[in-house]
């Protein structure tokens, strides 16, 4: 792998669009014998299910990417089964509790130790929200609000109840009103019988700080040039 990220560097490094970008990744399943595999998350289902996790990295620029680190992530019940996972072919010496995080620290501390050249490092919130690992990348390190939410959180209008400006038209049962029972008769019967009240269009925002903390968006810390005497 060392040498695949030699070669990466030498096509995609170097230039201000270049980037270390780190991920994880899941590998189902079905016995328990393989090494790290174990009940967990796996992002490339989206749920808990028996598989081997693992940390990743790929050096990037425009829409070219190259994987060049990985590590295997030992869940705790691996790292206290140590004949479990010398039958596993682990060596000993990676017997060690680390959590992604610390894996993926590793993998940036280890590009730049080869000499890799990247502008900046791309993490997804759930590595962006360890504030020991931005501050390990760089001392100023901030999750990068331009980059982070791209997103409007819908399409239509969201209403709000009571306002005096409404459309024509527009009405509905207002939030937090509580349901009637359904009583027989037509669908029609029951929706002319609902309480019509004013209802106002509004239009949600991303910007807004409740909105941010409620979204896992992309970490991007901008201006981490991998030479190590920027970061001390």
Same mark, same amino acid.
């Given at each position: 792998?060392?040498?695949?990220?030699?070669?990466? @560097?030498?096509?995609?490094?170097? #230039?201000? @669009?270049?980037?270390?970008?780190?991920?994880?990744?899941?590998?189902? !399943?079905?016995?328990?014998?393989?090494?790290?595999?174990? +009940?967990?998350?796996?992002?490339? %289902?989206? !749920? %808990?299910?028996?598989?081997?996790?693992?940390?990743?990295?790929?050096?990037?620029?425009?829409?070219?990417?190259?994987?060049? @680190?990985?590590?295997?992530?030992?869940?705790?019940?691996? *790292?206290?089964?140590?004949? &479990?996972?010398?039958?596993?072919?682990?060596?000993?010496?990676?017997?060690?509790? &680390?959590?992604?995080?610390?894996?993926?620290?590793?993998? *940036?501390?280890?590009?730049?130790? @080869?000499?890799?050249?990247?502008?900046? *490092?791309?993490?997804?919130?759930?590595?962006?929200?360890?504030?020991?690992?931005?501050?390990?990348?760089?001392?100023?390190?901030?999750? =990068?609000?331009?980059?982070?939410?791209?997103? +409007?959180?819908?399409?239509?209008?969201?209403?709000?109840?009571?306002?005096?400006?409404?459309?024509?038209?527009?009405?509905?049962?207002? #939030?937090?009103?509580? +349901?009637?029972?359904?009583?027989?008769?037509?669908?029609?019967?029951? #929706?002319?019988?609902?309480?019509?009240?004013?209802? +106002?269009?509004?239009?949600?925002?991303?910007? =807004?700080?409740?909105?941010?903390?409620? %979204?896992?968006?992309?970490?991007?810390?901008?201006?981490?040039?991998?030479?190590?005497?920027?970061?001390?």
């Amino acid at each position: 792998m060392r040498q695949v990220a030699s070669e990466a @560097d030498r096509l995609l490094g170097g #230039h201000p @669009d270049s980037c270390l970008l780190i991920d994880e990744s899941g590998f189902v !399943k079905k016995g328990k014998d393989s090494a790290g595999v174990a +009940r967990q998350w796996c992002g490339r %289902l989206g !749920k %808990l299910e028996n598989c081997q996790a693992g940390v990743f990295a790929a050096s990037c620029r425009a829409e070219r990417q190259i994987p060049i @680190d990985g590590r295997l992530y030992l869940p705790k019940e691996w *790292v206290e089964n140590r004949q &479990r996972c010398r039958q596993a072919g682990i060596p000993e010496t990676e017997i060690v509790a &680390r959590s992604k995080a610390q894996h993926a620290l590793a993998m *940036v501390q280890q590009a730049r130790a @080869d000499g890799l050249r990247f502008a900046w *490092v791309g993490l997804d919130g759930g590595y962006g929200k360890e504030p020991w690992l931005l501050r390990a990348l760089h001392p100023r390190a901030r999750p =990068s609000r331009q980059t982070s939410i791209r997103t +409007r959180l819908s399409t239509r209008p969201i209403h709000s109840r009571a306002s005096p400006n409404v459309p024509p038209g527009a009405a509905g049962t207002p #939030h937090g009103c509580k +349901r009637k029972p359904l009583a027989s008769g037509s669908i029609s019967d029951w #929706h002319g019988s609902r309480d019509r009240v004013p209802w +106002r269009g509004v239009r949600a925002c991303a910007r =807004s700080r409740e909105l941010r903390r409620g %979204l896992a968006g992309v970490v991007s810390l901008r201006g981490m040039a991998s030479q190590p005497s920027e970061y001390g």
